[in-house]
């Protein structure tokens, strides 16, 4: 059932330089404040958030010496991985494979460089990762939900680091429950199938689990009698 929601669902994405540039516009953000530093808080709450579909599937190789290489920054969760034997592809049996922690024997990962059993090679790796524009910006999900929960998470790191903002009404434990409102709004958004989704879904599970008398009505008459 997850596996096939997965395949299914298709979200739109845009740029987070939107919210960005929201946050300065809206709270008249001075211009000292860092990019850089909303960048990673938007990075972090993407990861609190942890919705399937505002990810990506992606597959990339990854070329190993003195037994080790270095992942990809925007790739978050680790689901297979294929060592390259000549020119074929073997995969490895991975399970329960989650923010780059790989309980395989064979591999290990400190400070996002992964070490590898043999000194020189090349695998494919096979993970989730953030979307990224042409600019190097992560890309968030189309969604009100989503822009405002970023929003509010920016406002509430900028209150704990001890920004002041124009309006007198904004501190942290304000923006803090702004950000956890919509949080739990963007997950449950993101994550719930639309009319169109829920039909695929149901028929597909009709296919799966067919009526016990399905065989027994084909020869049925009109009449009820067979």
Not at 15 to 36: A, F, G, M, P, Q
Not at 115 to 143: A, Q, V
Not at 152 to 169: C, N
């Amino acid at each position: 059932m997850e596996n096939v929601f997965r395949i299914m669902k298709n979200i739109n994405h845009i740029s987070c330089k939107t919210v960005i540039e929201e946050v300065i516009d809206v709270l008249n953000i001075d211009s000292e404040v860092r990019w850089h530093s909303m960048i990673e808080w938007i990075s972090t709450a993407l990861r609190l958030i942890g919705a399937y579909p505002q990810y990506k599937v992606e597959e990339c190789d990854i070329e190993f010496y003195d037994y080790r290489a270095e992942l990809p920054q925007n790739i978050v969760h680790i689901e297979d991985i294929y060592m390259y034997k000549n020119t074929d592809l073997h995969p490895y049996s991975m399970s329960n494979i989650f923010d780059k922690k790989i309980l395989h024997p064979d591999f290990k990962i400190v400070n996002n460089i992964l070490y590898s059993p043999t000194e020189r090679g090349k695998i494919r790796i096979k993970g989730l990762s953030i979307l990224l524009d042409n600019e190097g910006f992560p890309m968030i999900p189309d969604n009100p939900s989503y822009t405002q929960s970023l929003f509010w998470y920016i406002v509430s790191r900028l209150s704990l680091g001890g920004y002041t903002f124009k309006s007198k009404e904004i501190n942290f434990i304000m923006a803090n429950q702004m950000w956890l409102k919509y949080c739990g709004q963007a997950r449950a958004s993101i994550n719930m199938p639309d009319g169109e989704e829920i039909e695929k879904l149901v028929s597909i599970l009709r296919r799966v689990n067919p009526r016990k008398d399905t065989y027994e009505s084909l020869f049925k008459n009109r009449n009820g009698s067979y």
